[in-house]
């Protein structure tokens, strides 16, 4: 793309065409100021195939914000719609609409809530709550989800991977596999789920993490041709890096060549004064190379170099690894906790696009429209009763158990705060039979997730650092039960209605089916 | 992200670090500026799981070129280069480097050939060639498979799904499922692969297409709360584009209010001269709903109105509702080949992410280094045969038999031609006891598939617009035989080498064996 046409593919016209129309058609309707809240949730866990999330962790609201700040209908925006022509060749935006475009077209009239990034998040639960004139919130509709639906399932992935990874050190690599610049995104994701570092240099430096990497097999290459082989790149390598000096060691053959060579050149290091870092695999059975590399370096005295695994990457894949070595090490008189304990994943396409489940299924569902100074709620009904959304303004709160456990989401009405109640009931969202009650006895704290963020435009959010938004997701991990955790066939949350939510969606399911409302 | 941190996020950062470490291997050993040629290629085609492409659509080049017009190293990026520290926390990039980069820091010296966009590409076969400095070349290989990577990607799932559906019109609808900004390449690349038009408003401006798109089931429920229901709510469309009115008919029941409804609407707008559009369906069994709604519509009188049918499409899901449509349709008195000529396709998270399969495995692999003015061949070697890159350059050729179909792509060393060959011989890549020998009276074409697309900087690609690349994309699959085509288990195309290639391999690899290059 030319710089030039960048504030048009990136601005306000990051949307889908009929929020637009949608937009114009409340303009004619009178309808473009009235008050509207619409609640964004994703509708289910990632499920990878063969593997599923049992939670979620929240991401990209900040960059959501800074989009919002700046996203306006400009000159060139206007002008552009002014010349869209329908059908029949007239044009398709009125100049009374367009002039509304261009004094009141953006989002300093929203008014938002949300829940803060890196907090684990559920199915059905709103994670972002929008208020605004009718027209700008639907324009918000699709860069909303955009900025949301990726950042959140990326920064699932990477938790996952961690969880696998037993918290070894993690490293996001996919910046060659990803969607264009949305490897920028998915690389931020990534750090808040889970991933300690990226490869990719620009997006580290704006997010304040040193970028990490080594060499790739066209470096040995390039000293093969020179004819100086392997180890003469080795060299090189530690010549000019000294004190960082990884090496990876399967351009030619890894056991044969490559873990020799560097043995040797570690050697020359260590006789200098330095401290070598460690090796990298990237291809045949890491398992089994991991464990006889391991072999050769603490023969050498590098029992604390570090050992990178790369390749096709992810949670199962690092769960087999640990698995085999767990198995096999001992056979070669390798201490298997000790080898697991100097692993480093590097993990490229898989983390990037969510391989299995490439992309959440967030929605942004209008709840509620004020008229005559009333908030009513707003209803769809739909074939599948799961896709019936959770109607009217809503507050959303997490319930903890005795052991500090979390139990439940649970969503209210707004005017109802659970930590009054002597007794919660958590009704099942759609099944009228299956309910809970808790005593308050059995509940150690009940904590409301959202928190303002927008004000009529006037940013609430103290947008978190990464490192806080980490302390979060793992504050938040520790108080889930393992079952829920496990990266296979995981334990169901519960997300529950309380009564008066429950019975205002039965009552409203209730008259769209006498078609009263249709 | 903040406005004022893309131009690092970006830039030339938009690299991993690898590259900028190796680059300053490079400037320490002298090799920097070394002449070096790296072949850029996909290693085998998209699978997604129950069914695989026979064939890729190439897309992607523009913007990279784009990209690489604009990036280059500012101070911004040489003071973060200059705060990067290692393990000791030292400086890891000297200031003579860093000097280096600030003067000859972009892509002014680089050279390319490529393949145009919008043509069928196959496996193993050097899409993009890359000659300049070893250190720049090397820089440039993750945002070159940034950029060509995810846009083949999506031009070959576009391609997919228009060929399942049969040519009918396609829609791109994927902005809210995509990476983030990723979604402006995606649609580009829809557009090239097979997409008509795309919902995404700004990149239809940019690429000169009108994007397109009606409402959301969103404005049906605001006027439902109002009261006035779903009949006021396509009321007041109809109002506001009589010309343009295609109806979502699926908010509170498809058969029994929706359709009734629009038709209800569209009587009025016959009546006042205007020609409705059509209905999208969004839910449900749409092959059976479109036969219903077709009866319906058909019995009005609208039988010419446009069915659009939208909700988890992919190519398999068309193929099975057209299949459905032509056993179900006669059922009901309806024209089956009538209805499925009548069908638009809305396709989002399936063709954004390319489902099942969501990253091509493109690689940059270092082919061959100057060496006292002499090109040398570079090699890697690897446990899979099938991973060893073919060395040196070559010269990328297309065949077509006497019924000008394409029978293989050929790879040859770069002083060969193929056209001045009597008889050409086709080398499996790998197995070396399969091989065919043409005679040059059964080619009836032999077309050499690189162009020059840099040279040392200056763009010498004449960048043809979307249609001509549809074009292209349209003329290259006419001249496949059915068997690439279709969707499930597509016969494999040949990629063979030349003889001579095919020695220079064998030799290189024997070499290697032999451990005279390690």
Not at 19 to 31: E, I, N, P, V, W
Not at 400 to 415: E, H, I, P, Q
Request: charged share 25%; glycine share 8%.
């Amino acid at each position: 793309m030319k710089p030039s046409d960048r504030p048009t593919a990136e601005g306000i016209l990051f949307t889908d065409q009929y929020q637009l129309t949608m937009a114009q058609l409340y303009f004619r309707t009178g309808l473009h100021e009235r008050p509207a809240q619409f609640d964004h949730f994703f509708r289910s866990y990632p499920d990878y195939g063969l593997h599923q999330a049992g939670f979620c962790v929240n991401a990209g609201l900040e960059w959501l914000l800074d989009w919002m700040q700046e996203a306006h209908f400009r000159e060139e925006d206007i002008a552009f719609l002014r010349g869209q022509t329908g059908a029949t060749g007239e044009r398709l935006f009125g100049d009374d609409f367009l002039q509304w475009l261009r004094t009141s077209g953006d989002f300093r009239a929203i008014t938002m809530r949300a829940v803060p990034e890196g907090r684990v998040v559920h199915p059905n639960v709103p994670l972002t709550v929008v208020r605004g004139p009718l027209a700008l919130a639907q324009i918000l509709e699709t860069p909303l989800l955009n900025h949301l639906n990726y950042q959140t399932l990326i920064a699932t992935k990477a938790a996952r991977i961690r969880e696998s990874g037993q918290g070894q050190l993690l490293m996001e690599f996919g910046l060659r596999r990803a969607q264009g610049k949305g490897a920028n995104a998915g690389a931020r994701a990534a750090l808040i789920g889970g991933a300690d570092f990226s490869s990719n240099a620009g997006i580290s430096h704006v997010l304040g993490y040193p970028p990490k990497g080594t060499h790739a097999h066209s470096m040995i290459q390039a000293f093969m041709v020179l004819g100086e082989g392997e180890l003469g790149a080795f060299r090189a390598y530690a010549d000019v890096y000294p004190d960082d000096c990884l090496l990876l060691v399967d351009t030619i053959d890894t056991l044969q060549s490559g873990v020799p060579n560097a043995i040797t050149v570690f050697e020359e290091l260590r006789r200098k004064g330095h401290k070598p870092v460690g090796i990298r695999l990237d291809s045949g059975d890491l398992a089994y190379l991991g464990i006889q590399a391991a072999r050769m370096l603490n023969q050498a005295g590098f029992s604390d170099t570090r050992i990178v695994l790369s390749n096709q990457l992810d949670e199962l894949v690092i769960w087999q690894i640990i698995t085999q070595i767990q198995e096999e090490a001992p056979r070669y008189g390798i201490d298997a906790d000790h080898l697991i304990g100097r692993l480093v994943y590097g993990v490229g396409t898989r983390l990037i696009t969510s391989e299995g489940h490439s992309a959440l299924d967030g929605v942004y569902k209008l709840v509620a429209v004020q008229d005559q100074g009333e908030w009513v709620p707003a209803f769809k009904v739909s074939e599948a009763r799961s896709k019936v959304p959770n109607p009217a303004d809503k507050g959303v709160w997490r319930l903890y158990d005795r052991r500090d456990k979390a139990v439940a989401d649970l969503l209210s009405l707004a005017d109802e705060d659970p930590r009054e109640m002597d007794r919660v009931v958590l009704h099942h969202p759609t099944e009228h039979t299956k309910y809970q009650t808790l005593k308050r006895e059995e509940i150690s704290e009940i904590e409301p997730l959202l928190v303002d963020v927008l004000s009529e435009g006037r940013v609430l959010y103290d947008a978190p650092s990464i490192h806080k938004m980490r302390q979060r997701r793992e504050a938040d991990l520790e108080r889930l039960y393992p079952g829920v955790r496990r990266i296979m066939n995981p334990h169901i949350y519960h997300v529950s209605l309380t009564e008066r939510l429950w019975n205002l969606k039965e009552e409203l399911i209730h008259t769209a089916r006498e078609g009263r409302l249709s």
